[in-house]
């Protein structure tokens, strides 16, 4: 009679573990397998939300890309793989991460060496990246990567995990109830992080607040931030990588909106750091023979008026696909370009100083053209950098 009853037991787990297995599979709530997508049902992935290092580290060796697009979630959510001004590359993968740094690109790129036949890198990056207060972030896995992945790295995690299951039923609810959004594409793009923003004034003033504020501690943008030769040196570390496996590098700086990039960097007092930053990367790519361009500064696109909608930004920090399609269009079809002509400048070791002068000269101009936006900024970025708290009327129905 025990034996039976063991075997019914046996049976009845072994069955529960299939239907489990077969249900996450189906319903993939991390992108991976694609067995079916269904409007409705399971197109949105919302295992991928607050997941994005654990699913990347997965999702690239199955998609095997021979061109990474990598950076932060600027790149992340602003630059498509598909557009046609990358076409000259082939299977291209966006391996950005949310709040990503040059330590994590390091070992990001260590994994895709690993797990794929890496043939191009275009990297974006960004100065917080160089954090020396924050190697990392706190849901860096690095047991998930440098090294080939395996079939067992997906059974468990993917099928038959607590958090699969949970993940799961996040996508069939969120696919029904929102049938239009798709932010999770198996190239490793995020069309709609500001899925149904409304306010677009709102999430630019909250944006600043998470880069200036003392008082925020999920990651350390502009109100903590040093550098030093460490941080440099993974860089470093990252092209003597590429070099050695003969890896295509193409690097370049993103344009947040100058009330971010620009005046809110100015503000907590980072202005001769950030330019310093900019000397040492053009001096380091110099010395690989690697092409730096430079998106950031007070330009056409940067100096987008903040209204709702806007063109060229969802938030200070996030650029739209359109500017993503300007800069590769610059860097690498500079012939069909169509954005503003003020928009990007390749730095050398030769003109990196006139360069730096003049976007000091831009800054100037545009503060005298538009004293009084510069003097609200002000206004606000002093309150913030003082720990005020989060102005709730300006957030409130953001989307």
Same mark, same amino acid.
């Given at each position: 009679?025990?034996?039976?009853?063991?075997?019914?037991?046996?049976?009845?787990?072994?069955?529960?573990?299939?239907?489990?297995?077969?249900?996450?599979?189906?319903?993939?709530?991390?992108?991976?397998?694609?067995?079916?997508?269904?409007?409705?049902?399971?197109?949105?992935?919302?295992?991928?939300?607050?997941?994005?290092?654990?699913?990347?580290?997965?999702?690239?060796?199955?998609?095997?890309?021979?061109?990474?697009?990598?950076?932060?979630?600027?790149?992340?959510?602003?630059?498509?793989?598909?557009?046609?001004?990358?076409?000259?590359?082939?299977?291209?993968?966006?391996?950005?991460?949310?709040?990503?740094?040059?330590?994590?690109?390091?070992?990001?790129?260590?994994?895709?060496?690993?797990?794929?036949?890496?043939?191009?890198?275009?990297?974006?990056?960004?100065?917080?990246?160089?954090?020396?207060?924050?190697?990392?972030?706190?849901?860096?896995?690095?047991?998930?990567?440098?090294?080939?992945?395996?079939?067992?790295?997906?059974?468990?995690?993917?099928?038959?995990?607590?958090?699969?299951?949970?993940?799961?039923?996040?996508?069939?609810?969120?696919?029904?109830?929102?049938?239009?959004?798709?932010?999770?594409?198996?190239?490793?793009?995020?069309?709609?992080?500001?899925?149904?923003?409304?306010?677009?004034?709102?999430?630019?003033?909250?944006?600043?607040?998470?880069?200036?504020?003392?008082?925020?501690?999920?990651?350390?943008?502009?109100?903590?931030?040093?550098?030093?030769?460490?941080?440099?040196?993974?860089?470093?570390?990252?092209?003597?990588?590429?070099?050695?496996?003969?890896?295509?590098?193409?690097?370049?700086?993103?344009?947040?909106?100058?009330?971010?990039?620009?005046?809110?960097?100015?503000?907590?007092?980072?202005?001769?750091?950030?330019?310093?930053?900019?000397?040492?990367?053009?001096?380091?790519?110099?010395?690989?023979?690697?092409?730096?361009?430079?998106?950031?500064?007070?330009?056409?696109?940067?100096? %987008? *008026?903040?209204?709702?909608?806007?063109?060229? !930004?969802? /938030? &200070?920090?996030? =650029?739209?696909?359109?500017?993503?399609?300007?800069?590769?269009?610059?860097?690498?079809?500079?012939?069909?370009?169509?954005?503003?002509?003020?928009?990007?400048?390749?730095?050398?070791?030769?003109?990196?100083?006139?360069?730096?002068?003049?976007?000091?000269?831009?800054? %100037? *101009?545009?503060?005298?053209?538009?004293?009084? !936006?510069? /003097? &609200?900024?002000? =206004?606000?970025?002093?309150?913030?950098?003082?720990?005020?708290?989060?102005?709730?009327?300006?957030?409130?129905?953001?989307?």
């Amino acid at each position: 009679m025990a034996k039976k009853y063991l075997i019914t037991f046996i049976v009845s787990t072994l069955g529960f573990l299939l239907l489990a297995m077969l249900g996450t599979a189906l319903v993939d709530p991390y992108g991976l397998y694609g067995l079916i997508k269904i409007t409705g049902f399971n197109q949105q992935k919302e295992g991928v939300r607050g997941k994005i290092r654990f699913v990347k580290s997965l999702e690239l060796p199955l998609r095997k890309p021979n061109t990474l697009l990598m950076g932060s979630s600027r790149v992340h959510d602003g630059i498509n793989p598909n557009i046609s001004e990358l076409k000259q590359f082939e299977n291209i993968y966006n391996y950005a991460v949310d709040m990503n740094r040059i330590y994590e690109t390091r070992l990001l790129v260590q994994h895709a060496v690993e797990n794929s036949k890496i043939k191009h890198l275009i990297l974006g990056l960004d100065f917080f990246m160089f954090n020396s207060l924050q190697r990392k972030n706190g849901d860096f896995d690095e047991a998930l990567i440098g090294h080939p992945v395996l079939i067992s790295n997906y059974l468990v995690p993917t099928f038959l995990s607590r958090n699969a299951v949970i993940d799961s039923y996040k996508t069939l609810r969120q696919s029904v109830q929102q049938p239009n959004r798709n932010e999770f594409l198996g190239n490793g793009f995020r069309p709609q992080a500001f899925y149904g923003l409304k306010n677009y004034p709102g999430v630019h003033y909250y944006t600043n607040y998470i880069f200036l504020s003392p008082q925020q501690s999920d990651t350390l943008y502009y109100s903590k931030m040093q550098t030093d030769d460490q941080a440099y040196n993974e860089l470093i570390m990252l092209l003597e990588l590429c070099k050695s496996k003969g890896i295509d590098v193409h690097l370049f700086i993103n344009p947040a909106h100058a009330s971010l990039d620009g005046e809110g960097i100015r503000a907590v007092g980072k202005w001769t750091m950030f330019e310093n930053w900019k000397r040492r990367l053009t001096s380091i790519s110099a010395s690989y023979a690697v092409d730096l361009w430079d998106f950031s500064g007070y330009n056409s696109i940067t100096t %987008e *008026r903040v209204s709702t909608p806007m063109n060229y !930004y969802w /938030d &200070s920090s996030h =650029y739209t696909e359109l500017v993503g399609g300007y800069m590769m269009s610059r860097m690498f079809e500079p012939h069909n370009y169509k954005g503003p002509r003020d928009f990007g400048f390749q730095l050398t070791s030769k003109n990196i100083e006139g360069h730096l002068k003049s976007i000091r000269d831009d800054r %100037e *101009r545009y503060a005298q053209a538009n004293r009084s !936006y510069i /003097d &609200s900024l002000n =206004y606000d970025y002093k309150a913030i950098i003082d720990g005020a708290p989060l102005d709730q009327i300006r957030v409130k129905d953001m989307y």
